[in-house]
T-cell receptor, first 111, second 112 residues
């Protein structure tokens, strides 16, 4: 069964304190892994897509990496405006139309 | 402005009273999808549509219907809502299913 697990559920950081969020997945052939950011009361907003193990993508203080079993979202020197829930989703090769989301990591960055 | 819109944003209803949540996108996207988001369960896919008149079930389709008569619109229909359908609903669209999804602002539904 295709499954996505994110950890930790919640993470509290001080401003400037770097850390990583984890997304573990089991899927019958990964087509793509997606990271989204969700602010309270809003819909998810796209951050990155990763397609193959070893791939990395960066955007400002965020860097996403992918292995055959998991993805990490590294946050370097976070700022309070990085506070949000970060969602991970996978798309399987056997059916491009279906997406499986994790339950998210709620990040709180204190000034 | 490129966007996905949903209406209504908030809805309180009673068990058994049919309702429709509308979704519209102005980006000429082929692929559209509905999700529900519940605490601890994440986003779960209800239905999706690859193009006009082409729809299929996601992981949690029970109790829901959809239609895609026009490319821009993808309404979600609850024929007989029940309390277990109380949730936050999101519509999403993308140019094709392989590509980045753009999400609407969400519809918060409470079924009493």
């Amino acid at each position: 069964e295709d499954q996505v697990t994110q950890s930790p559920e919640a993470l509290r950081l001080q401003e400037g304190e770097s850390s990583s969020l984890n997304c573990s997945y089991t899927v019958s052939g990964l087509r793509g892994l997606f990271w989204y950011r969700q602010d309270p009361g809003k819909g998810p907003e796209f951050l990155f897509t990763l397609y193959s193990a070893g791939e990395e993508k960066e955007k400002e203080r965020l860097k996403a990496t992918l292995t055959k079993k998991e993805s990490f979202l590294h946050i370097t020197a976070p700022k309070p405006e990085d506070s949000a829930t970060y969602l991970c989703a996978v798309q399987a090769r056997y059916n491009f139309n279906k997406f499986y989301f994790g339950s998210g990591t709620k990040l709180n960055v204190k000034p | 402005e490129a966007q996905v819109t949903q209406n209504p944003r908030y809805l309180i209803t009673v068990t058994g009273k049919k309702l429709t949540v509308t979704c519209s996108q102005n980006m000429n996207h082929e692929y559209m999808s509905w999700y529900r988001q519940d605490p601890g369960l994440g986003l779960r896919q209800i239905y999706y549509s690859m193009n006009v008149e082409v729809t299929d079930k996601g992981d949690v389709p029970e109790g829901y219907k959809v239609s895609r008569k026009e490319k821009r619109n993808f309404p979600l229909i609850l024929e007989s809502p029940s309390p277990n359908q109380t949730s936050l609903y999101f519509c999403a669209s993308s140019f094709r299913q392989q590509e980045t999804q753009y999400f609407g602002p969400g519809t918060r539904l409470l079924v009493l």
